[in-house]
């Protein structure tokens, strides 16, 4: 049986991705109560449709968590880069929050549910299909358009960005981030934290943990970008 999503959750970071996240659950799970915990807006609340959202500070709860209740104890992340993920999931665990059961959109084709594992903390988007016996990482976030095929696994913290498309029995590693539109060949690995460039078409397993890669077929690009922002 489903897992109940809990009534109020913590968004970590109030940018985009945060703000796309508030979205995609109050069409999942209408009325869930939201803060953000973003400590580069100066602000104390952000107006999402008419609803006021706190946003928390210095990862200090007091004013929405209330003792003896639930309130604010579970959390997502959905910004675009994993390492900037993984820094603040791993703020949000040392503060005690523990990660919300992954929001999967209606408008998701997930094919042999049953036989499809999905982390926590994370989101599956509208439009985004995964076939049978695949597994999602936690803290994963599977955006519109983008198409897993079956026997898959997707690791934790990774961005599979629109319309990317990752084909069956492909191992994509901790932290990848799919570039737009970029293909990924069936019966692959991809290694921890490799980005791949948006259309790239990735024919070869990458072994080296980190890198960048682009083009028809990808290969590692000279000049590696900063992906730390
Ligand atoms: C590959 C990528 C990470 C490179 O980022 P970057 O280092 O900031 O790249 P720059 O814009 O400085 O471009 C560097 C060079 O690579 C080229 N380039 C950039 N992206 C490319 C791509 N996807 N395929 C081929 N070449 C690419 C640029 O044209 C530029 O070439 P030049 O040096 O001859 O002018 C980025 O372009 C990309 O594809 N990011 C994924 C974006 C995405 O899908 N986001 C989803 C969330 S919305």
Redesign the pocket.
């Known amino acids: 049986m489903e897992e109940q999503f809990p009534g109020s959750v913590v968004i970590l970071g109030a940018a985009g991705g945060g703000r796309l996240a508030y979205w995609i659950l109050q069409e999942t799970h209408p009325g869930t109560r939201v803060v953000f915990v973003d400590d580069g807006m100066t602000e104390d609340s952000l107006v999402l449709g008419g609803t006021e959202c706190p946003i928390i500070h210095d990862w200090q709860f007091d004013r929405v968590q209330h003792p003896g209740t639930e309130d604010f104890r579970q959390f997502m992340v959905s910004c675009?880069y994993p390492r900037v993920k993984k820094a603040l999931v791993t703020k949000a665990l040392a503060a005690g929050l523990v990660p919300a059961p992954s929001v999967i959109h209606p408008g998701a084709a997930l094919v042999g549910r049953p036989t499809i594992s999905v982390g926590r903390g994370g989101s599956i988007h509208p439009k985004a299909v995964i076939l049978n016996d695949t597994t999602i990482g936690d803290y994963t976030f599977i955006s519109a358009g983008a198409q897993i095929g079956h026997d898959c696994t997707i690791g934790d913290f990774a961005s599979i960005?629109?319309g990317s498309l990752v084909l069956g029995y492909t191992h994509i590693m901790e932290g990848v981030a799919t570039?737009?539109g970029s293909t990924v060949r069936d019966h692959l690995t991809i290694a921890p934290w490799v980005?791949t460039?948006?259309?790239?078409c990735v024919t070869k397993s990458i072994t080296e943990e980190g890198i960048?890669v682009?083009?028809v077929p990808a290969r590692p690009?000279v000049?590696q970008?900063f992906l730390d922002r």
């Open positions: 675009t960005n629109f570039g737009s980005q460039g948006m259309q790239c960048t682009a083009g690009m000049k970008p």
